[in-house]
């Protein structure tokens, strides 16, 4: 565990690393260095050089764009409400329960004429006074789109126990949370590929959501789009009626698959988690950087769909993964060396 929790830091945990060095032999010295040193010149070939820290999103090679965009609505500019390098202050309008466990979460921004300024696919951070008496920091994903002038819409499932969760369960209309970003994400922008498949699990479709209602209210976007959705039950699924909406009316555009943890009697969808079998009957064998494999879940999702495209030969350019450590599972499976996905599809 201790060797698990460093990795996760980014840290290696020395006084591990220098104890197994003691057992070594000159001759096994001088082989691992000779090793590391190879290693090392064939990275900083195959990297740009940045540090982990730079950015929050490590697939980025370089920081989120940020286009502080304004735009003209009934004669009213409307500016971005949120940038990355400063807090914006957002109110709570409402809230709609969808289950017990998750609950909508509407924001009004700081003037009536702002809008996120976001590109649809990344993600923010929020900050809240805490029951513990300090600042608490943690990432969402909005589901409304980017350029809403209303609000700003995060959809929470709620972790037992979970400080954030706690605060956002407590709030009424009218309380208030700072944002900041983008912060990371995938930053999706239209006709830049043919195909996105996006592989979502419980709350992590979030940002699938968000991307999925600007590629449908945009006509001019012909991105073909498929989401597989694990989700633990069938009230859990989000926006289902919208989903199927979609579904029902644009065959041509969209493709969607739930699969159920706990399936009711008569469920015609999958079941059980996303594992090879499923990514075989459902993703297109287009193995190119024209179709991109999104996976938006926790760690052991991110671990076993990334395991299971490898060996059904996509490329690991083709999958990108939500999250600050999102391509440590690419590295591990792919190679440490491997190509990996940009966090956009524009040219360089
Ligand atoms: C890019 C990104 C986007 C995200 N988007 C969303 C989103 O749209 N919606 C959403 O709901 N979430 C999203 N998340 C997750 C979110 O950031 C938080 O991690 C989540 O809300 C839990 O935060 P919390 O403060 O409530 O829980 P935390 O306090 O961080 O606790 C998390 C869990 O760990 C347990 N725990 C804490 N301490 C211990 C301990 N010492 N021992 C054992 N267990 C412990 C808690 O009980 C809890 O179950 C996103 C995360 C990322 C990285």
């Not at 949370?177 to 992590?204: M, Q, R, W």
């Not at 926790?298 to 083709?318: D, E, N, V, Y």
């Amino acid at each position: 565990n201790v060797c698990i929790l460093s990795f996760r830091s980014k840290s290696s945990n020395n006084r591990v690393l220098h104890q197994e060095l003691s057992k070594m032999t000159v001759l096994e010295k001088k082989t691992l260095a000779q090793s590391l040193l190879e290693e090392v010149a064939q990275e900083s070939r195959s990297f740009p050089t940045k540090s982990y820290d730079e950015f929050d999103n490590p697939f980025n090679t370089r920081p989120p764009s940020y286009l502080g965009k304004e735009f003209q609505l009934h004669g009213t500019t409307v500016t971005s409400a949120l940038n990355p390098r400063s807090w914006s202050t957002l109110t709570l309008h409402s809230r709609v329960a969808i289950t017990r466990r998750m609950v909508s979460f509407r924001f009004s921004f700081p003037l009536p004429t702002n809008h996120s300024g976001l590109i649809a696919g990344q993600y923010v951070s929020v900050r809240i006074d805490s029951r513990t008496g300090k600042d608490e920091m943690r990432f969402f994903s909005p589901v409304s789109v980017p350029d809403d002038p209303k609000f700003l819409e995060l959809v929470l499932r709620f972790e037992s126990h979970g400080i954030v969760s706690e605060y956002f369960q407590n709030m009424k209309p009218g309380d208030t949370i700072e944002c900041k970003g983008p912060c990371g994400g995938f930053e999706y922008h239209p006709n830049t590929l043919d195909e996105l498949t996006l592989l979502a699990s419980g709350g992590g479709v979030t940002p699938c959501l968000q991307i999925i209602r600007c590629i449908m209210a945009d006509n001019s976007d012909k991105t073909k789009v498929k989401l597989l959705y694990y989700s633990d039950t069938v009230d859990e699924i989000l926006s289902r009626e919208e989903l199927d909406g979609y579904a029902d009316n644009h065959l041509e555009k969209i493709e969607i698959v739930y699969s159920l943890g706990e399936a009711p009697e008569k469920w015609t969808g999958e079941e059980g988690f996303i594992d090879k079998e499923m990514l075989d009957k459902y993703v297109t064998k287009n193995r190119n950087e024209k179709h991109k494999i999104i996976i938006c879940g926790g760690p052991t999702m991110s671990f076993s769909c990334c395991f299971a495209l490898k060996s059904l030969a996509f490329l690991s350019q083709q999958v990108f993964i939500f999250g600050p450590f999102g391509t440590d599972p690419v590295k591990r499976i792919y190679g440490n060396t491997c190509a990996l996905s940009q966090h956009d599809c524009l040219a360089e």
